[in-house]
């Protein structure tokens, strides 16, 4: 006679008592991720592919419009650039204040400055930089003053270079957050084995430091991309719409500023979601990447 017991299958095979708790918080969150995700998806689904006789390719095949491409060139530059502005200073940022011998109070000086760097954006941060590389800013007419025109030389805030410099208030303070657990998975034990064989600073970085962090690089850089191709208040407010960007298209058509067409925005969205589906693949392998050599 099989045995039937609490937990066990009459095959054996032993079944997880439910956690009630877990469902009591977990619930609700999958509720809000459905409703306020899934489904607003699958909205933008059904609109783009709807016309006024049905279904229909004519606001997918918009995409290729000029101005389309070009919004969504310049959304892909200004994220890739400001990325890697912010991978590069961040990281390096990140290291100098891990790094044994590094003065006391500054990691926590640092990372409570990042914290807070990090969710500053939209108007109040477009505003502090007109007050200060504006064309009228306090540094731009301190530099006129010593003989350096930057709108001279081409530079400008209200462009793809201009919003890669405001871009990076955030994303290096965002890369010194998400960067910091990585730098200190690094041991000690691994200095001192590379050192024992005879190498220097740069044979360390070169064949061990820098290959046990690609993937957390990686997944840092995928983040930081995502996060500045999503931005839509900082590049608005800066430029009040004439930079052609996919978060400013989708809200000129929504608004009217240009032409009232629901089903375009719905098409730029896709278009977005479809790069952020992208993105989100690449960092889901990054990440998972990163999680097997912290379990070494």
Same mark, same amino acid.
């Given at each position: ?36 995700? &899934? ?33 969504? &060139? ?91 410099? &405001? ?109 952020? &589906? ?19």
């Amino acid at each position: 006679m099989q045995e039937t017991v609490a937990g066990k299958t009459p095959a054996g095979v032993r079944l997880r008592p439910v956690n009630w708790l877990t469902v009591l918080f977990i619930g609700p969150f999958l509720f809000y991720v459905f409703a306020f995700l &899934v489904l607003p998806s699958l909205r933008l689904l059904q609109q783009a592919f709807s016309g006024e006789h049905g279904f229909t390719f004519k606001y997918i095949a918009q995409l290729g419009q000029a101005q389309t491409v070009t919004a969504f &060139v310049n959304s892909i530059i200004l994220s890739s650039v400001s990325a890697l502005v912010g991978l590069l200073i961040g990281g390096v940022l990140a290291y100098l204040i891990l790094r044994p011998g590094a003065p006391r109070g500054l990691r926590s000086m640092v990372t409570s400055f990042s914290a807070v760097a990090a969710n500053f954006a939209g108007v109040p941060l477009a505003f502090a930089f007109i007050s200060t590389l504006g064309s009228l800013g306090l540094v731009t007419l301190w530099l006129k003053g010593l003989g350096i025109n930057l709108y001279a030389q081409g530079f400008s805030l209200y462009s793809v270079t201009g919003l890669i410099v &405001v871009y990076a208030y955030f994303q290096i303070p965002l890369m010194i957050i998400v960067i910091t657990p990585a730098i200190e998975g690094l041991r000690g034990e691994w200095r001192e084995a590379a050192e024992n064989l005879g190498a220097n600073q740069w044979v360390y970085w070169r064949h061990v430091g820098l290959p046990i962090l690609l993937p957390s690089l990686m997944s840092a850089y995928i983040l930081l991309f995502g996060n500045a191709f999503s931005a839509y208040a900082t590049p608005y407010a800066l430029t009040s719409g004439s930079l052609a960007l996919v978060p400013v298209e989708i809200s000129n058509v929504l608004s009217g500023n240009v032409m009232l067409s629901p089903q375009t925005g719905a098409a730029l969205a896709l278009g977005m979601i479809a790069v952020m &589906v992208v993105i989100m693949l690449f960092y889901a392998i990054a990440a998972r990447r990163a999680g097997r050599w912290m379990r070494r």
